[in-house]
């Protein structure tokens, strides 16, 4: 099939926008970043026109780095915007924040955002380019396209290939951006976690529902863990964390009693002992740091291709 050379969409607001080729473009551009940054000198001069603005409104480790890392090899000039040390705690609005950001001859905005549609709203008001670096519990398409990138690494096309994605499926933007991207490059998808934390729409996406860990584990050719979302439960889902790690979190002596090799993936921060033991998180089944260097090469892909999109 014949490689798209241009994103169909001036944004990145969600995975549910791209098409098959759009993914398939970024994955194939972040290749080519991916060893620009294992060279001796990993900068390009792509992006020395452009200054991008980061605006975080929720906290991040990987997110914020990542972007952070990849302006730089691209060679934007960069601002970091921290809603807690800004004009935000003194009541200006989202719209009146960016436009004055904007004004100062910023091109491009990376947002992570609480509110599901933060990055949406924006879109349609002011002139440059977004890139939704997660709006609250809707979807963070940069991480299922490192996702997807670092599990085509490990199976090569993912037409077909069993995808697992276990836990707190119900508060996760990452689980809709995964499911997302994986059913448009035509993997098979199964969610697994208690009945509570799985929502009752998620069959109309096109994905297999268990409730067993240990026979989900036996389905698939990956494992991708999520993290139990406490700050964003206001009841209680379960009975206690030891029960959810008893019933619900995955331990090496499961992994042994399956006879093929399971890749394992988190997209982090990990709740050590609770959805995945330290045993199983650092053994040679994981690629939980590959899956964070290969964030930097897709980060760098996505402004790339919007940029030349301007
Ligand atoms: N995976 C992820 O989004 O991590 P951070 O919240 O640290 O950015």
Redesign the pocket.
């Known amino acids: 099939m014949p490689q798209a050379s241009a994103l169909s969409v001036p944004h990145l607001l969600g995975i549910k926008d791209l098409t098959a080729e759009d993914i398939r473009l970024i994955l194939h551009t972040a290749a080519t970043f991916k060893e620009v940054i294992n060279r001796p000198i990993k900068k390009v001069p792509s992006l020395r026109d452009l200054t991008v603005a980061n605006l975080f409104f929720e906290?991040?480790?990987?997110?914020?780095v990542s972007f952070e890392l990849a302006e730089k090899r691209l060679s934007a000039d960069i601002v970091n915007f921290s809603a807690s040390s800004s004009s935000v705690k003194k009541g200006e609005t989202l719209l009146d924040t960016v436009h004055n950001i904007l004004s100062m001859k910023v091109d491009m905005i990376v947002m992570r955002h609480p509110a599901p549609g933060a990055p949406h709203f924006l879109a349609g008001r002011i002139p440059a380019s977004i890139i939704n670096a997660?709006d609250g519990t809707h979807e963070?398409p940069t991480?299922a396209l490192l996702d997807a990138y670092s599990m085509q690494e490990q199976l090569g096309n993912l037409e077909g290939k069993k995808i697992a994605i276990f836990g707190d499926i119900l508060h996760s933007r990452v689980a809709l951006s995964n499911i997302l991207c994986l059913r448009k490059l035509g993997a098979q998808v199964r969610v697994c976690g208690p009945p509570t934390l799985i929502p009752k729409y998620i069959s109309s996406l096109g994905v297999e529902v268990s409730f067993n860990v240990e026979q989900s584990l036996r389905w698939c050719d990956i494992a991708n863990i999520l993290r139990i979302q406490l700050e964003r439960q206001d009841i209680r889902y379960f009975p206690s964390l030891r029960e959810y790690a008893l019933y619900f979190g995955i331990n090496k002596a499961m992994l042994d009693r399956i006879d093929k090799r399971i890749v394992i993936m988190h997209?982090?921060?990990i709740n050590r002992g609770v959805e995945v033991t330290s045993e199983v998180a650092d053994s040679e089944h994981s690629i939980i740091l590959q899956q964070v260097e290969n964030g930097v090469a897709v980060r760098m892909a996505v402004l790339y291709l919007l940029a030349g999109n301007r």
């Open positions: 906290d991040s480790t990987r997110t914020r997660g963070h991480q997209p982090g921060p």
